[in-house]
């Protein structure tokens, strides 16, 4: 992967307990990497009459390629342009990268 590529902004959060100035606990996903990504293209799948036959709405869903880093795991939340996003899939390639598949979470 050329370095060139990494041009948007990934903030991984992960579910933490933090205390507030009163005392109470609570948990909220806090920033724990900052790094830069790819956005992947998708293709929509179409047959020969013009149909998309894909069963799943790809809409809310985006693929990320960027450099493998331990601390990204499956239970986070991504930060990407003002949105959270949940991870559904996590596959590590050869060449020390992630192919880092998003969800939209819905507020």
Known sequence: ??????RELLVFKELK???SNSGAAKKEYVPILTCK???KKQATVVDRDGVNAM????GCIIVF???YYP?????????Y???DYSISLLDKQGDNTYLITLTKIDK
């Open 17 to 19: 307990q933090v205390q």
């Open 55 to 58: 069963e799943q709405f790809t």
């Open 65 to 67: 390629q960027t450099r």
């Open 37 to 39: 990504a790819y956005r």
């Open 1 to 6: 992967m050329r370095a060139g590529l990494l």
């Open 71 to 79: 601390v990204i795991k499956e239970n986070q939340r991504v930060e």
């Open 81 to 83: 342009q003002g949105r």
